[in-house]
């Protein structure tokens, strides 16, 4: 533990002190006087020593002013404090020096930037050895929120938050081993952090969605397939018909036996008999070639269509995500133009020197008066300025956000783009895949066209001129039957073919059933998604709960909000100091602002190991001060027209 106390410190030509030293012991004081004397640029000083910058951590020119705000050639800057450090006396100085020089030829000097002189201890320092020095006894943006009650609050609120949060020591092990309910994310998140899990999830349940969304135009192709075999027939009917045929062929070739017994024309019957089941067989084989012929090609058309619906919900998917982003920019640039509107009509805004004189009397007000009202206009306009800023970080709609928004947007229109190449590719591979099987079909023909057809046909035809010339004129009858036995061969045969067919519609119906058993995996596995995901969201939560428990504990008076629960069940950090339930930022008095600044010092103190001097500003205003764990030198408005140290 790093304990700092300020014996003394002397201000030479620093602001509006001319001279000036604090004496203090090493022990707690309070300095008292009207508003303008210099209170605050004790606070400066020490400040401006360590860093070269104000209480509010911006860079600061102490260089005195003349009348006419114009700095006061040949006065140098000095602030030299005597601290003791851990028991051991250390001496800093800080002098800001003019720099004159002539350019050769001339006897008029010019002055050029000042420069800076350290000493530590009466010996002169570089720069950089004396940022190490205050880096070993605890480094500026530490020993900024330890000496100056306000700066904590003062900081954005995001680098509030990170301090906080690694004060905590919590880990997301800690919560998932203390909590029995979480026992299984840590399965879950297989050696992953938590942000990156809940990416890789995102990414599965996305890839999940767009393959259950393209299953059900899958499946309708398959049917579809299926349905053009049917046509309204079934295996059962065309095996009803495969009989019936069969037993009509032979029943008319019974018959026909008895006209043809003994009949010169036998053995041409005969071979017309055979040639007929031969054309019957010829037909077919060639329907069961050409289903086989083109099966693949159809498969191939199924799956690019396939293909090209998952793509089409790809992007429609995209596309309203664009739709989402535009209107999210559009919003928060209108909401971003009406604040910096706001800003710039508040930062042009200037004190009304109207306010010094008196409404009855007309007479100007005490100068105290004035500075009052004025510090008062000030402060009133920086806190605006403040929320202002603040609105607009909360709304996410800083340049650093819409930036993102308008990178996610591109990145979203460059998916499109590519999506639209591919469905474009895609639709293109399909139209050609389709020309293809419909050149197929067209090429293989019907079987009449065949010259198997012709071939055979051709031999029917001599065989039954042969028969023709061997009987001559004979009846009608015989003749008509062996017409009816060749159609129904014909028919017997389509039938046999259609028959293979179906054998085509048990792989569409597997195929359908593998694809509804995909389905109800693919849910499944979205279902398990979406649990690791309430998993990790209830995880979330919880770490919230026990981080703002672990926070809070450590201070007495202040309470911490670092997260807000939407109605949605997402979470957005936030960063605000409460007390009593009201809000450090808004409503709460200056006295109570002001303990809650002293509070957040000592639970600092502790959880950094070092306790600085601490300049409590308005001191006044507070009824009664909280303990503090260091000395305390307190800075209050009175009547006095002097500075007044009360050690």
Same mark, same amino acid.
């Given at each position: 533990?790093?304990?700092?106390?300020?014996?003394?410190?002397?201000?030479?030509?620093?602001?509006?002190?001319?001279?000036?030293?604090?004496?203090?012991?090493?022990?707690?004081?309070?300095?008292?006087?009207?508003?303008?004397?210099?209170?605050?640029?004790?606070?400066?000083?020490?400040?401006?020593?360590?860093?070269?910058?104000?209480?509010?951590?911006?860079?600061?020119?102490?260089?005195?002013?003349?009348?006419?705000?114009?700095?006061?050639?040949?006065?140098?800057?000095?602030?030299?404090?005597?601290?003791?450090?851990?028991?051991?006396?250390?001496?800093?100085?800080?002098?800001?020096?003019?720099?004159?020089?002539?350019?050769?030829?001339?006897?008029?000097?010019?002055?050029?930037?000042?420069?800076?002189?350290?000493?530590?201890?009466?010996?002169?320092?570089?720069?950089?050895?004396?940022?190490?020095?205050?880096?070993?006894?605890?480094?500026?943006?530490?020993?900024?929120?330890?000496?100056?009650?306000?700066?904590?609050?003062?900081?954005?609120?995001?680098?509030?938050?990170?301090?906080?949060?690694?004060?905590?020591?919590?880990?997301?092990?800690?919560?998932?081993?203390?909590?029995?309910?979480?026992?299984?994310?840590?399965?879950?998140?297989?050696?992953?952090?938590?942000?990156?899990?809940?990416?890789?999830?995102?990414?599965?349940?996305?890839?999940?969605?767009?393959?259950?969304?393209?299953?059900?135009?899958?499946?309708?192709?398959?049917?579809?397939?299926?349905?053009?075999?049917?046509?309204?027939?079934?295996?059962?009917?065309?095996?009803?018909?495969?009989?019936?045929?069969?037993?009509?062929?032979?029943?008319?070739?019974?018959?026909?036996?008895?006209?043809?017994?003994?009949?010169?024309?036998?053995?041409? @019957?005969? +071979?017309?008999?055979? &040639?007929?089941?031969?054309?019957?067989? /010829? $037909?077919? !084989?060639?329907?069961?070639?050409? *289903?086989?012929?083109?099966?693949?090609?159809?498969?191939?058309?199924?799956?690019?269509?396939?293909?090209?619906?998952?793509?089409?919900?790809?992007?429609?998917?995209?596309?309203?995500?664009?739709?989402?982003?535009?209107?999210?920019?559009?919003?928060?640039?209108?909401?971003?133009?009406?604040?910096?509107?706001?800003?710039?009509?508040?930062?042009?805004?200037?004190?009304?020197?109207?306010?010094?004189?008196?409404?009855?009397?007309?007479?100007?007000?005490?100068?105290?008066?004035?500075?009052?009202?004025?510090?008062?206009?000030?402060?009133?306009?920086?806190?605006?300025?403040?929320?202002?800023?603040?609105?607009?970080?909360?709304?996410?709609?800083?340049?650093?956000?819409?930036?993102?928004?308008?990178?996610?947007?591109?990145?979203? @229109?460059? +998916?499109?783009?590519? &999506?639209?190449?591919?469905?474009?590719? /895609? $639709?293109? !591979?399909?139209?050609?895949?389709? *020309?293809?099987?419909?050149?197929?079909?067209?090429?293989?023909?019907?079987?009449?066209?065949?010259?198997?057809?012709?071939?055979?046909?051709?031999?029917?035809?001599?065989?039954?001129?042969?028969?023709?010339?061997?009987?001559?004129?004979?009846?009608?009858?015989?003749?008509?039957?062996?017409?009816?036995?060749?159609?129904?061969?014909?028919?017997?045969?389509?039938?046999?073919?259609?028959?293979?067919?179906?054998?085509?519609?048990?792989?569409?119906?597997?195929?359908?059933?593998?694809?509804?058993?995909?389905?109800?995996?693919?849910?499944?596995?979205?279902?398990?998604?979406?649990?690791?995901?309430?998993?990790?969201?209830?995880?979330?939560?919880?770490?919230?709960?026990?981080?703002?428990?672990?926070?809070?504990?450590?201070?007495?008076?202040?309470?911490?909000?670092?997260?807000?629960?939407?109605?949605?069940? /997402?979470?957005?950090?936030?960063?605000?100091?409460?007390?009593?339930?009201?809000?450090?930022?808004?409503?709460?008095?200056?006295?109570?602002?002001?303990?809650?600044?002293?509070?957040?010092?000592?639970?600092?103190?502790?959880?950094?190991?070092?306790?600085?001097?601490?300049?409590?500003?308005?001191?006044?205003?507070?009824?009664?001060?909280?303990?503090?764990?260091?000395?305390?030198?307190?800075?209050?408005?009175?009547?006095?027209?002097?500075?007044?140290?009360?050690?």
């Amino acid at each position: 533990m790093t304990q700092i106390l300020i014996n003394r410190v002397s201000y030479k030509n620093f602001k509006g002190f001319k001279n000036f030293t604090l004496d203090l012991n090493g022990k707690p004081a309070v300095v008292s006087a009207r508003n303008g004397f210099g209170k605050t640029s004790l606070s400066d000083g020490l400040q401006w020593l360590f860093f070269g910058k104000d209480t509010q951590g911006s860079k600061l020119n102490p260089k005195p002013l003349d009348a006419n705000n114009n700095e006061q050639i040949g006065l140098e800057p000095e602030v030299e404090a005597e601290l003791i450090i851990d028991g051991k006396t250390v001496t800093l100085k800080r002098i800001q020096k003019e720099s004159w020089s002539s350019k050769r030829g001339e006897v008029e000097k010019t002055r050029g930037s000042d420069t800076t002189k350290y000493f530590i201890d009466t010996v002169p320092t570089k720069e950089k050895d004396w940022k190490a020095y205050l880096e070993e006894i605890g480094g500026e943006s530490k020993l900024q929120m330890l000496s100056n009650a306000s700066f904590f609050m003062q900081m954005n609120w995001k680098e509030r938050r990170s301090i906080l949060i690694s004060m905590s020591g919590l880990t997301d092990e800690d919560v998932i081993q203390n909590d029995p309910e979480l026992a299984e994310l840590a399965t879950i998140l297989d050696g992953h952090s938590v942000d990156e899990m809940k990416k890789i999830l995102a990414g599965q349940k996305k890839e999940v969605k767009a393959n259950i969304e393209g299953i059900p135009a899958r499946i309708q192709e398959n049917t579809d397939a299926i349905n053009n075999i049917k046509n309204d027939k079934t295996p059962e009917k065309v095996q009803e018909a495969i009989a019936f045929f069969s037993k009509e062929i032979e029943d008319k070739e019974k018959k026909l036996s008895s006209f043809v017994a003994g009949d010169p024309t036998l053995d041409h @019957r005969q +071979e017309l008999s055979q &040639l007929q089941i031969k054309l019957a067989e /010829a $037909n077919n !084989q060639f329907l069961t070639s050409s *289903n086989l012929a083109t099966q693949s090609l159809q498969e191939d058309v199924n799956a690019q269509q396939a293909k090209v619906n998952n793509i089409r919900a790809a992007k429609q998917e995209l596309e309203s995500n664009e739709y989402r982003l535009q209107r999210a920019i559009q919003e928060k640039n209108e909401f971003r133009a009406a604040k910096l509107a706001e800003y710039k009509a508040l930062n042009e805004k200037t004190f009304d020197d109207h306010q010094t004189t008196c409404p009855t009397c007309n007479q100007d007000l005490p100068l105290d008066q004035v500075e009052e009202l004025r510090n008062k206009f000030n402060k009133d306009k920086a806190e605006k300025i403040e929320e202002n800023k603040a609105a607009v970080e909360a709304q996410k709609a800083t340049k650093q956000d819409m930036a993102s928004l308008d990178k996610e947007l591109q990145q979203v @229109r460059t +998916e499109i783009n590519r &999506l639209t190449g591919e469905f474009s590719a /895609a $639709n293109q !591979q399909l139209d050609l895949i389709n *020309n293809d099987l419909n050149f197929q079909r067209t090429k293989i023909g019907s079987f009449e066209q065949s010259d198997q057809y012709r071939e055979i046909n051709q031999q029917i035809n001599q065989c039954q001129q042969k028969i023709k010339d061997a009987t001559g004129d004979k009846g009608g009858e015989e003749q008509a039957l062996l017409q009816a036995i060749a159609e129904d061969k014909n028919n017997l045969a389509v039938m046999q073919a259609t028959l293979k067919e179906f054998d085509l519609i048990k792989q569409f119906e597997d195929r359908i059933n593998e694809l509804k058993n995909k389905d109800q995996e693919l849910k499944q596995q979205n279902q398990d998604i979406e649990r690791k995901l309430w998993m990790i969201d209830e995880f979330t939560r919880r770490k919230v709960k026990k981080l703002e428990e672990s926070i809070n504990d450590k201070f007495e008076m202040v309470k911490f909000k670092l997260f807000n629960i939407l109605k949605n069940g /997402a979470i957005d950090e936030v960063c605000e100091a409460t007390y009593k339930g009201v809000e450090y930022s808004s409503g709460l008095n200056n006295g109570a602002r002001i303990n809650c600044d002293l509070d957040i010092i000592n639970t600092l103190s502790r959880e950094f190991g070092i306790h600085l001097p601490v300049f409590v500003d308005n001191a006044e205003s507070v009824n009664q001060l909280i303990d503090v764990d260091t000395q305390m030198i307190e800075l209050q408005v009175t009547e006095d027209e002097q500075l007044k140290v009360e050690v």
